[in-house]
């Protein structure tokens, strides 16, 4: 792909990525507006709205997997962890945004691609954290991925992100390799 293509193309899926947070969602020709491209552009990188949903996820969970690396070589596996998890509900707004604007048969597609990927993040935090002695060794990425289910759910009211705050504070106490009798 020539680099203005792969710009026009990165752009129509920040526009995107944006614009999925609004209720109610866009149009495409509004998408592609902001984006400063014509509407030929963008249905030639995302045919449906759905592509263009799938693209915004697939970023998003690219994003949050490539991120691991580089927190757990600035900050204590726990510290990195919480980070991560902060982020994870930063993603989950918009997750709480996309419930308009796709159908069933589409979450199950997003959720069947990202799962793996996430998962294995939050193993790579675990592993960290438990070998510096800072996470408790019985818990593992699928459950604490259950256990931040919660981020999903919570409505989007101003003080969301205080709210997420607090509740992940818990989930994080709980993770202490202290807190293992």
């Given at each position: 792909?020539?680099?203005?293509?792969?710009?026009?193309?990165?752009?129509?899926?920040?526009?995107?990525?944006?614009?999925?947070?609004?209720?109610?969602?866009p149009?495409?020709?509004?998408?592609?507006?902001?984006?400063?491209?014509?509407?030929?552009?963008?249905?030639?990188?995302?045919?449906?709205?759905?592509?263009?949903?799938?693209?915004?996820?697939?970023?998003?969970?690219?994003?949050?997997?490539?991120?691991?690396?580089?927190?757990?070589?600035?900050?204590p596996?726990?510290?990195a962890?919480?980070?991560?998890?902060?982020?994870?509900?930063?993603?989950?707004?918009l997750k709480?945004?996309?419930?308009?604007?796709?159908?069933?048969?589409?979450?199950?597609?997003?959720?069947?691609?990202?799962?793996?990927?996430?998962?294995?993040?939050?193993?790579?935090?675990?592993?960290?954290?438990?070998?510096?002695?800072?996470?408790?060794?019985?818990?593992?990425?699928?459950?604490?991925?259950?256990?931040?289910?919660?981020?999903?759910?919570?409505?989007?009211?101003?003080?969301r992100?205080?709210?997420?705050?607090?509740?992940?504070?818990?989930?994080?106490?709980?993770?202490?390799?202290?807190?293992?009798?």
């Amino acid at each position: 792909m020539r680099s203005d293509a792969e710009r026009n193309r990165q752009r129509l899926v920040d526009v995107a990525r944006e614009a999925l947070e609004t209720e109610p969602p866009p149009t495409m020709a509004a998408v592609a507006r902001a984006a400063g491209v014509g509407q030929g552009t963008l249905y030639r990188n995302f045919p449906t709205w759905d592509d263009l949903v799938m693209a915004v996820h697939r970023m998003d969970v690219a994003e949050l997997v490539d991120m691991v690396p580089g927190l757990l070589e600035r900050e204590p596996a726990d510290r990195a962890l919480r980070t991560w998890l902060d982020r994870l509900a930063e993603y989950g707004r918009l997750k709480k945004g996309l419930g308009t604007a796709i159908h069933a048969a589409m979450l199950e597609q997003l959720a069947g691609e990202g799962y793996a990927p996430v998962v294995g993040a939050i193993d790579r935090l675990l592993e960290a954290g438990r070998t510096q002695g800072l996470v408790r060794a019985d818990v593992g990425g699928e459950e604490l991925l259950l256990m931040v289910g919660f981020l999903w759910r919570l409505e989007l009211t101003p003080d969301r992100d205080e709210r997420s705050a607090r509740m992940l504070d818990v989930v994080m106490a709980g993770l202490a390799a202290s807190t293992v009798g």
